[in-house]
């Protein structure tokens, strides 16, 4: 089979959703209400807190430190005007995706935080809109990462193999695959009808010169990536740090002066997020007695 054929195979499979999880009900309720201009924040909050589980995920992830906000967000409709619908709705399409992530491998869970919350501070640093929405494209980044190995055990194992023979992660995974695991999340969230901004930020944050409209976005989303793994924060399946692409640096205005800037502020937060990590981690093994 060739690449192309590799690559379509993956693409069909995708679209039935073939061994991945599915979509809360409530998320296409959702999506109606939000193109309905004449639906308030209220009236979606009191949707999504008719589900008691979808409410809890959503106020679990706007309290933890990747979103950093000073105060305790303790309702839905505080979480839909601080963190914005879009952010909201992606939060609860995959929240079943991160249910599997931090259940079978917490180290991908925790290196995905430690990039959201990066991500944020360079999107603030530099200025950029919604650095929320930023922050959440962080933490779908190596969603395509997540669905090989649910979806795509066998293909997955082979990639393993190979990157412990010592092959690059994205140059495996084209030969296994026939597309990368960047384009693989860009792709279902697509499916998903997620916002373009953050669809383009994942799908080219290895290759942020594929980006046509969020360019500073897919730069944003590289730059914390490689800062986490090289701070060494969670775990990939890569065993060196990935190449960092110079056009950054240009592309954002940063320096290496900026980069320290960046780490200082990131600490802290790496710091709060092994605590929520851990936290989960003892809720999961408690529900599985």
Known sequence: MDLAEKRREVRKKLRKMEGLPTLPPIVQKLNTMIEDERVSIQQI??????????????????????????????????????????VIKVL????SIFEI????DVGLWEHSIGVAACAKIIAEKIELKDPQEIATAGLLHDLGRVIQKVGFKEEYEALLKAVEQGEDPLEAEMQIFGINHAEIGAFLMRQWSLP????????SHHAIEKAKQFRKESAVIHLA??????????????????????????????????????????????YELKFFTE???????ASEV
Request: hydrophobic share 40%; net charge positive; aromatic share 8%.
């Open 45 to 86: 909050a009191e949707v999504i807190e008719r589900d008691q589980v979808i409410t809890t995920k959503v106020l679990r992830l706007a309290n933890s430190a990747f979103y950093g906000f000073p105060k305790k967000v303790s309702t839905v409709q505080n979480a839909l005007m601080l963190l914005g619908i879009n």
């Open 225 to 270: 990536d490689v800062l986490v793994n090289a701070r060494g924060y969670g775990k990939t399946i890569r065993k060196t740090v990935p190449f960092m692409n110079e056009k950054v640096f240009k592309l954002l205005k940063l320096d290496f002066l900026d980069i320290k800037e960046i780490y200082v502020k990131l600490e802290p937060k790496l």
């Open 92 to 95: 609860i399409t995959t929240s």
């Open 196 to 203: 373009d901004r953050l669809i383009e930020s994942v799908g």
């Open 279 to 285: 936290e989960l981690r003892k809720e999961l093994e």
């Open 101 to 104: 992530l931090h259940k079978e």
